[in-house]
């Protein structure tokens, strides 16, 4: 059994850490070292990772001066003694075989990465999310297939999720990766090394498998975006850039990388200058109603991304007359000063079209059922168009004008 090391940054996250370490000790591979790099913990992390350290002798622990995540996590890397590593962020947890799973595949295929999914849980729900490229494993020319769409497949999603904490990756990989990363770069560090990473790996082993625990709340140590975005977002861009200049397919990969880079400047721009959570300077997914006739009044259901950029279509448009606009978490929005009702307001609204703005059709279809069952609503009256991003629609204009390849 070879030695695995897990590297857990962390920042101020008392609350969670104990979860997420305890959930590590639990692993069924039990050959494991457990690295807990406190990036200047004031909260008590910091003591909780000494008690810790002190109940697990495979658990090293090692204070640093704030420096940010990518220092946090290159100290981890520089101290590994596995063969492989794997990231866990410190509000997250895993199910106890996610370790032996991708140390069984990586044993067997000699891979240098092996890939796997996880799972979003949200204040109320939970969504799967995978890699959209097959399982299987790629090297030589089968890479190309895996490089087509490694970042970005025309419709917002990834051929390989750029995230740490969903792969095992060799550990002497990463260290050739992590020389010359800016230490400063607060904001897509993950896509910078995983697919510098996956541009230089030889063999990569993608697995639909979910064993990884996404906490999604706000103010955690990788989520925060500051007002050097676009300057980090540029230091992203030009480190993976340098990784695609001497890779047979570079030219494959170098669509991929302007297409990621637009998709996250138009992120960024939403995220930075969007400074009140009801207004959203450019619309991020497009409102492509080719159903409902003009003049129809409308309720529109969800105030999440989705529906805050449908609301400002629809409003601005004036082709549709909005009757209301209603979510389950109402109470959340309406303390963002957004006018969002209550779904029991749909009792004593008139209309003619519900508007679905969520991007999950499991959720969609979760509603539907309810609307039609406690609300009598009638299945010819709900309306859902699928989530495509405006630049999801270019993309694809390009791609069938041959000009994106």
Not at 98 to 105: G, T, Y
Not at 196 to 210: D, F, G, Q, W
Not at 285 to 299: D, E, K
């Amino acid at each position: 059994m070879q030695l695995i090391s897990i590297i857990v940054p962390l920042y101020n996250v008392k609350d969670y850490l104990g979860r997420c370490v305890e959930s590590i000790r639990r692993q069924t591979y039990r050959n494991i070292e457990i690295l807990l790099v406190d990036d200047g913990s004031t909260d008590g992390s910091e003591i909780i990772c000494d008690e810790l350290a002190d109940k697990d002798e495979r658990i090293r622990v090692f204070h640093l001066e704030r420096g940010g995540v990518v220092k946090a996590r290159k100290k981890g890397v520089e101290q590994a003694k596995g063969l492989y590593i794997l990231f866990i962020d410190s509000d997250d947890w895993i199910e106890n075989e996610m370790v032996e799973f991708l140390a069984k595949c990586a044993t067997a295929s000699n891979a240098d990465i092996v890939t796997s999914g996880l799972m979003v849980e949200k204040e109320y729900s939970s969504t799967k999310r995978v890699d959209i490229s097959d399982e299987g494993i790629y090297e030589k020319e089968q890479k190309k297939g895996l490089y087509q769409y490694l970042m970005y497949d025309g419709r917002g999603r990834y051929g390989i999720m750029p995230s740490f904490v969903t792969k095992l990756i060799r550990t002497s990989l990463l260290r050739d990766v992590y020389t010359g990363l800016c230490d400063k770069i607060q904001y897509g560090d993950d896509a910078a090394v995983v697919y510098s990473s996956c541009i230089r790996a030889s063999k990569i082993m993608v697995t639909h498998e979910v064993f990884y625990h996404y906490e999604q709340r706000e103010g955690s140590m990788t989520h925060d975006v500051d007002m050097h975005f676009f300057s980090g977002l540029n230091e992203v861009y030009l480190f993976i850039q340098q990784n695609i200049e001497d890779n047979l397919y570079k030219d494959i990969l170098k669509d991929q990388l302007d297409a990621y880079f637009v998709d996250k400047c138009l992120l960024g721009i939403n995220k930075l200058f969007g400074l009140n959570r009801n207004r959203v300077l450019i619309p991020y997914y497009s409102f492509s109603n080719n159903v409902i006739p003009v003049n129809s009044r409308v309720v529109l259901y969800g105030a999440g991304e989705v529906g805050q950029d449908y609301y400002i279509q629809i409003k601005g448009e004036g082709l549709l007359q909005l009757s209301g606009w209603v979510d389950k978490n109402y109470e959340k929005y309406q303390n963002r000063g957004m006018n969002v009702q209550s779904v029991d307001k749909l009792k004593t609204t008139q209309f003619d079209y519900i508007i679905l703005a969520f991007k999950d059709q499991d959720i969609v279809d979760k509603i539907k059922k309810v609307l039609m069952k406690q609300y009598d609503i009638e299945q010819s009256k709900i309306v859902w168009f699928e989530a495509n991003s405006k630049l999801d629609i270019y993309f694809k204009m390009l791609k069938e004008q041959e000009y994106f390849k």
